[in-house]
């Protein structure tokens, strides 16, 4: 069953517009939303809550039509941004009261023991927190209202290496309690230790979705001495990149095994450049 449908959500500035964006998460999917700076990946995840008001398209949370059942949907869905501020210098309890009232179904017991899972300390003021508790905080408020849905805008953005990786355990640790996440981010690396589904998005189009696995094995890295090697290859080539010795592509799995060319497994990252220097040829 889907927790989110989006189909042909468009969105139109001066000078970049979403373009018929669709896509599904899965109850229980973690799914990564992916897609270099300025692709709108923030301008999705605001249309889908109406923080900015898409100009057409359809979103169903749950089975439901989001225009028309807003307020019921917003008691099961967490949003959470990278980088989030909060009142600075308010204490810790003084910011969960006031959120805590906005949410008939708020847990308090559920609260506190997020609190006491993420080592947070009520006592404390925002600006005592590192960038990652900042995160756990959110999460904390987020999910004490039993949210089913987490929807985070680049949760992993300025943290440290340890603090996303803690961060990532606690995705897979509530993906086990039932919860489906959506969350962009541009570390790709965060992608491949926990998502299973993913959606790629480049100048407002989806370019791909699929389940991680699949979309990693439906590309295939290749690596060539010179420039001579390349020519027989290069109408089948995808992003060819120069690099201090030779240069790299893309093939597609199928190409690769049609023409026999030696290709490696390539990871996210790899197949992202490559994509996005196609794109810009």
Not at 200 to 221: C, D, H, K, M, T
């Amino acid at each position: 069953m889907a927790v989110l449908e989006i189909e042909k959500l468009c969105k139109r500035y001066e000078k970049f517009a979403l373009q018929n964006v669709s896509f599904r998460v899965e109850e229980g999917h973690i799914v990564g939303f992916i897609g270099r700076n300025g692709a709108g990946k923030t301008t999705v995840l605001k249309s889908l809550l109406h923080f900015v008001m898409p100009d057409s398209g359809e979103v169903r949370f749950f089975g439901q039509d989001f225009s028309v059942h807003e307020q019921a949907v917003k008691q099961k869905i967490g949003f959470v941004s990278g980088g989030v501020r909060f009142y600075p210098k308010k204490k810790l309890h003084t910011i969960a009261e006031v959120t805590s009232r906005f949410y008939p179904n708020w847990d308090d017991t559920a609260f506190k023991a997020y609190l006491q899972r993420f080592s947070l300390d009520l006592e404390k003021t925002p600006e005592m927190l590192s960038e990652g508790m900042k995160v756990k905080f959110s999460l904390a408020l987020a999910l004490s209202h039993r949210a089913e849905l987490l929807i985070l805008d680049e949760p992993t953005s300025g943290l440290d290496p340890v603090s996303r990786a803690e961060l990532l355990e606690e995705f897979l640790k509530l993906q086990k309690e039932g919860v489906s996440i959506l969350f962009s981010t541009h570390i790709i690396s965060d992608l491949e230790k926990c998502a299973d589904d993913i959606v790629y998005i480049s100048n407002g189009r989806i370019l791909a979705v699929a389940p991680l696995q699949s979309f990693l094995e439906s590309y295939r890295a290749v690596s060539f001495a010179s420039a001579a090697e390349v020519q027989p290859f290069r109408g089948c080539l995808i992003g060819l990149t120069e690099e201090k010795r030779g240069c790299s592509a893309l093939l597609t799995d199928a190409d690769a095994q049609r023409l026999k060319i030696p290709a490696a497994p390539a990871d996210l990252e790899q197949i992202m450049v490559h994509l996005e220097r196609q794109a810009c040829v």
